[in-house]
């Protein structure tokens, strides 16, 4: 009697196995998925040469996984049930306290001599900066992420690297100009769960802001004063990048604000992606997009140029991740024009566009995860 009620049990099982997987057949396939923000996998190609590499079985075994129907809910089931068995590493994203989603990148993540690689490329920059720019006016902003600056927020015994080694290492490579250290005002600041969403890799309004406060301090500028700003809450619903990683259907839901400055000058601003300009940095249209962090400057682009009403005769290069994007609206209040360059983008000479820009002030600012992995910061001394 138990074993025909087994082979029953096993004989629907594999009706809804391969039923599903038939059904995944007949379903138009998606080319974007909006809860991971990522492009899935197509039908390959059928051909001799891929069948006998087995490049075509590994082909549809990636398009029959990102195709499969109901693929959202299955991911969110199978979340669901490694946090039942105590697991709080989802596809290498921490489940944290308080909500937090952060990132897990362990110390033999990293590649030693493309860390050491970079830090030259960057000293190397300056120096060749410090030919024609005062040093006073070089600056190197390397942010601490919500993993050092939050630790405590990572689940017990979590391992993550040790990002104080790499600033450390910065700070002792004579980077021929002024390193804004933000580790002990972030650490110790007692609104600093407001620094960081939640849910995405980036920095807040609020966090940046702060940063530039210190910027400010370091670079000999007035240091500005929060009433001086108005803060408009423009998203109530923010799931970003870390959420598109872990698919943690309880994930609480950021906030994303904007800082205007009362009485800020006016500005235009060219993308080099797209010919037309804007007269804000703010572009509210991305907020109908999955990632609503591009509302900040529309996202990355290779090359933007911000022209203030300012006519003080300082145009400050900006050497950026990400991170600069809500950043750039507090800095451009300084200068009379802004360049920005993402070297995963441009490839052109960054030295010629020193020169072909009369560029007076430089700024190098990358977060220290993104900066240990990129593989272009070479391109600053082309």
Sequence with gaps: MRSSRDFITIILFLCLLFGIGAATLFVPDRDFSQNENRYLAQKPDFNREDLLSGEFEKGLERYMSDQLIGRDQWVEIRTDLKLLAGNRDLSGVYIGEDGYL???????????ELIRKNI????????NCGEKIDKERLSFLIVPTAGLVLEEKLPKHA??????????????ADMNCRVVDLRDAFANAQDKDAYYYKTDHH??????????KIWCREMGFDEPKDEQY????????????????????????????????????????EYSSIKNESDSFFDRSRLDEKDQYKVFLGGNDAEIKIHTDLENGRRL?????????????????????????????FNGSVKQYLGNHEITDVLVLYNVENFVADKNLRKCVK
């Design 102 to 112: 952060i990132e897990k990148i362990l110390s033999q993540d990293l590649d030693e």
């Design 120 to 127: 030259l490329a960057v000293k190397e920059l300056f120096r």
């Design 317 to 345: 290069l900006v050497i950026k991740d990400s991170y600069a994007n809500c950043f750039v609206p507090f800095a451009a209040e300084q200068f009379e024009d802004v360049f920005l360059l993402d070297l995963r983008y």
């Design 230 to 269: 108005k803060k408009e809450q423009v998203s109530d619903h923010f799931l970003g990048s870390l959420y598109s990683k872990a698919l943690w259907r309880n994930a609480p839901a950021d906030t994303v604000e904007l800082y205007k400055k009362k009485d800020g000058v006016p500005v235009s601003i």
């Design 159 to 172: 391992a993550v690297f040790d990002q104080s080694v790499v600033i450390d290492k910065i700070q002792a």
């Design 203 to 212: 920095w807040t309004s609020r966090g940046s802001f702060e940063a530039y």
